[in-house]
């Protein structure tokens, strides 16, 4: 009678412990819906519902959805006249209703600031506002702005607004930047812990063939996520990646080193070279 009461009082803890358990990983996976919802401009209730009941699967549809084309505001596409206060285009130079009329640092400032608008479709206009007008005067804060995006490692890089306004800044700088934004997006790449987010670093690095990049990129072949980028970034480079390249090919790891030799050989078969 003793052990049988014992054996009860035992299933019935482990019954309290795997509930607990269970409550605990649906408020995890509501939370997270919730917040995939969110960025995706989805409905949240919903998803945190979906989430918390059908826990990883709910996770997993809300990863999947697609993201809403935010509706363009007016604070994001327009501006106010100073002198009348009425609205106009963004890069509207001079007032149609007043007069007044704005000077270029004027318009290029209304438009960085349009980059940290919650709205996707504000950053993407100024970016291509800057790409269509070559504005290099605003390569600088373009750099700095890269470091400021939040790119979850768990979500698509394209599924995430962040991620496409990347992508988008990515573009213009690639159209207007100069190798000598090679150090700081080095520096922004050795600290990111973003492997989306490092992934376009990589692809521009290569696309400006800085020499002063050639070690970043060979420190990304021994990361797995990030290996066949980082090829095709040294690739870019070159008979100017062999030197870093060897160097790998003889004191790297097992793996690297055969990755290494990989990506000699191509650069050395290459008509290119």
């Known amino acids: 009678m003793t052990n049988t009461l014992n054996t009860f009082l035992v299933a019935n803890g482990l019954m309290e412990i795997i509930i607990i358990i269970l409550i605990v990983q649906a408020f995890i996976c509501g939370i997270l819906s919730f917040n995939l919802a969110e960025h995706k401009g989805q409905s949240t209730g919903a998803w945190f519902a979906a989430g918390f009941f059908f826990g990883i699967f709910g996770l997993i549809a809300a990863a999947g959805l697609p993201t ?8 994001g596409l327009q ?4 002198d009348c206060a009425e609205s106009l285009l963004r890069e509207a130079m001079v007032c149609k209703f007043c007069g007044k009329r704005f000077t270029r640092d004027q318009v290029v400032s209304d438009f960085l600031d349009a980059l940290n608008d919650k709205s996707i479709s504000s950053p993407i206009q ?4 800057f790409r269509t007008t070559k504005e290099i005067s605003v390569i600088p804060q373009l750099v700095k702005f890269i470091d400021t995006l939040s790119i979850p490692n768990y979500l698509s890089l394209y599924s995430y607004p962040n991620g496409q306004i990347l992508s988008k800044v990515i ?49 990304s072949i021994q990361k797995p996520e990030l290996r066949d980028p ?25 793996g690297d080193r055969k990755f290494a030799q990989q990506i000699i050989a191509d650069i050395k078969s290459s008509p290119l070279n």
């Open 68 to 75: 809403k084309a935010a509706l363009p505001s007016v604070a």
């Open 79 to 82: 501006k106010k006249c100073p």
């Open 126 to 129: 100024a970016l291509e506002f």
């Open 171 to 219: 573009q213009v700088l690639s159209e207007i930047g100069s190798p000598a934004i090679s150090p700081d997006l080095v520096s922004i790449l050795r600290k990111t812990s973003s492997i989306p987010k490092a992934v376009k670093l990589i692809e521009i690095l290569g696309s400006l063939r800085d020499p002063v990049s050639i070690p970043a990129i060979i420190e």
């Open 230 to 254: 980082a090829a095709n970034s040294l690739r870019q480079f070159g008979q100017a990646a062999l030197s870093e390249l060897e160097k790998l090919a003889k004191t790297g790891k097992r």
